[in-house]
């Protein structure tokens, strides 16, 4: 009983770190692209794309991650609505 009850501390306290690490990256990644966002289309892409990445707990392909950082290395500093949607199929056809 008592090597159960350390497993299941070990086990809380490993998924408390867990998620900890992922809110951080995902508020790393925000802060680290958003800065330089000019429209809202961009910086509501970007902030999908660090969700994506970081914050969600549901299994991301590869290819979306690659996707995702696809947009976020090219988005930021973007202030053209038609440059965004150009960015955003380009991405989407060389990592979709």
Known sequence: MKHLFVIIIFAISFAANTIYARETEYD????????????DLAAQLMKRACKENFKDFTIVLEKRKEYNECL??????????????EIQQVCARKHL
């Open 28 to 39: 790393d990644c925000l802060l680290e692209h958003l800065i330089n966002a000019k429209i």
């Open 72 to 85: 976020l290395q090219y988005l930021p500093g973007v202030e053209s609505g038609d440059a965004v949607t």
